[in-house]
């Protein structure tokens, strides 16, 4: 019997309508089915007490599949708990954009087909990001959307230099970086300036973040390179270092982080045949 966990977010479904109706589709098609928090509520918030919630950390490790309810943001958190133990995603989209949910709440009848296998998996690439202070790492992650160096909350621009295997690629002064997935170029990436990339493209985009420099653009690299950034020479401030919009790592005057392509993959499923394309004109025109 195949063990699927549903990971709400209690923010967005409203008293877990959508979990509720999620868990009796999937119950009733034979699976065994648990609910988690993604993560830590407010102690102010009150959840359902008629409700079971079981412990993630407990749960994962013998689990078949994650459903994911909420917005990319949502399902990025989700994702890098997964991946960890090459567990597949599917995302309902409860949020606004959604790029990487495969269903809407309104489509929650397509989980019966979980039971009898009748889905694909897509594997997405993620990158590895490392942070060094002289010889000495003092932050490491992993993430499915980017990886972003800003300025922070200072009304000033940041001086960062790029660096692609080894050789200057970009130096730029303006609010930050985006060093972005194909998955993440439909997200802070794009609004930055930069391209909309399919999924399945095999590429590391570089975005100047509203840089002073009108020669700055996005750079696309092969995924097998290793991507550099610290701050220039004539940076007068720190920086700030975020993945997939969590907490951010302050990055001081010689710190330099590397990131490259990560060994692990995030496994998302797809219920529907539908193209890329097909969802960014979809997503776009409901905008």
């Given amino acids: 019997m195949k063990k699927i966990i549903l990971t709400p977010n209690p923010y967005r479904d409203k008293n877990f309508q959508t979990v509720r109706e999620a868990f009796r589709i999937l119950k009733e098609s034979g699976m065994d ?4 928090l993604p993560f830590e509520v407010d102690k102010t918030f009150d959840l359902p007490k008629d409700l079971r919630f079981s412990r993630l950390d407990r749960e994962l490790p ?13 399902i990025l958190h989700m994702a890098k708990f997964a991946t960890k133990y090459g567990i ?7 949020g606004t954009m959604g790029f990487m949910a495969e269903l809407e709440a309104t489509e929650l009848n397509e989980l019966s087909r979980i039971a009898s296998g009748d ?3 897509d594997e997405r690439m993620m990158l590895d990001v490392t942070v060094f202070r002289d010889r000495d790492i003092i932050f490491h992650d992993i993430c499915l959307n980017d990886v972003v160096l800003t300025k922070g909350a200072v009304a000033r621009v940041v001086h960062l230099t790029v660096h692609c295997d080894g050789v200057q690629a970009l130096e730029c002064a303006g609010d930050g970086i985006i060093v972005a997935t194909p998955t993440g170029s439909t997200a802070y990436s794009l609004s930055a300036g930069g391209p909309i990339v399919e999924p399945e493209a095999k590429s590391i985009l570089v975005t100047p973040i509203c840089a002073h420099d009108v020669a700055s653009r996005t750079i696309v690299t092969s995924d097998k390179r290793v991507i550099t950034v610290g701050l220039s020479a004539f940076a007068r401030r720190n920086a700030f270092l975020s993945v997939d919009g969590g907490k951010s790592q302050r990055m001081n005057i010689g710190d330099v982080a590397t990131i490259k392509r990560s060994p692990l993959v ?3 499923v797809r219920l529907k045949q539908r193209s890329f394309f097909d969802v960014i004109n979809t997503k776009f025109k409901n905008a």
């Fill in 33 to 36: 089915v648990r609910i988690c």
């Fill in 62 to 74: 013998t689990a078949s599949m994650v459903v994911c309810f909420g917005g990319d943001g949502t």
């Fill in 88 to 94: 597949p995603v599917l995302g309902v989209n409860i």
């Fill in 119 to 121: 889905y694909t998996v």
């Fill in 266 to 268: 995030t496994q998302l």
